[in-house]
């Protein structure tokens, strides 16, 4: 009984001393990184400790792909996003973005793998992140209206139909009413203009954009590699009188 007993016991005793030694240690996995769109400078990706500065390929469109430079153990649990970011939150935090850019995890199949998860689910990791170029609303306010069908557009790139406040027995008061167009990509020209008056009314764009009245070109703040700081054009102004 002696005996048998201790066969076992040698051969745990093998056993721990091989893992001492760097022998039968857990299966480590690298961790690869393939990021989509990247135009500008700025990203830097991380997980488990680690940070890998991103710089946009040499051939414009070209995709970007880097391993970080530790491979992690089976079982460990990565989370593959831009340094600082939370893309868990509400808001969302984004981390080290790019100048002009956000890059989120890829969300279109097959390239939808997960950018957390744990060492070994899968045989191999690898983390897809796409990169948009940031794009900005165009926003502000419209007084004085009464009529209807008035029609306000960005050039021909959007528009939209802005309908009188009304009180409480559906009469236009003339109070202010939001104006919200859509988005304008950064480093791009925008032109706000009355496409369609209102019924028995004159409209036109008195204020706002960098040439107060209404066009300009689409700037961002992006100058510490992060989308927060931005809003858009806000202090677009349309002012209604009646028609002569």
């Known amino acids: 009984m002696k005996f048998s007993l201790a066969r076992p016991a040698l ?6 001393t091989l893992a001492s030694c760097g ?10 990184v393939t990021v989509t769109g990247l135009q500008f400078p700025g990203l830097t990706m991380s997980t488990n400790g680690m940070d890998v500065d991103v710089a946009p390929p040499a051939k414009a469109g070209d995709d970007v792909s880097f391993t970080f430079p530790t491979e992690i153990e089976y079982g460990v649990i990565y989370n593959v996003v831009p340094k600082g970011a939370n893309l868990t939150t509400t808001p969302v935090s984004y981390g080290k973005q790019p100048l002009h850019q956000t890059c989120l995890p890829a969300s279109t199949y097959p390239r939808s793998l997960p950018h957390s998860a744990t060492a070994g689910q899968l045989a191999r990791i690898q983390v897809n992140y796409d990169c948009t170029v940031n ?5 502000g306010v419209v007084k004085g209206l009464t009529g209807t069908g008035l029609v306000v557009a960005n050039g021909s790139s959007s528009s939209v139909t802005v309908s009188p406040a009304l009180d409480a027995n559906n009469k236009p008061t003339g109070a202010d009413v939001a104006l919200v167009l859509g988005n304008v990509t950064w480093n791009q020209s925008y032109g706000v203009l009355i496409l369609t008056q209102p019924t028995g009314q004159k409209c036109s764009v008195t204020a706002g954009g960098d040439n107060g009245a209404g066009g300009g070109v689409m700037k961002d703040t992006n100058t510490s590699y992060s989308i927060t700081e931005t809003k858009g054009v806000t202090d677009l102004v349309v002012t209604c009188v009646a028609s002569s």
């Open 135 to 139: 794009a900005y609303p165009l926003t």
């Open 11 to 16: 051969a745990l005793a093998v056993m721990a």
């Open 23 to 32: 022998g039968g240690g857990k299966a480590t996995y690298p961790v690869n």
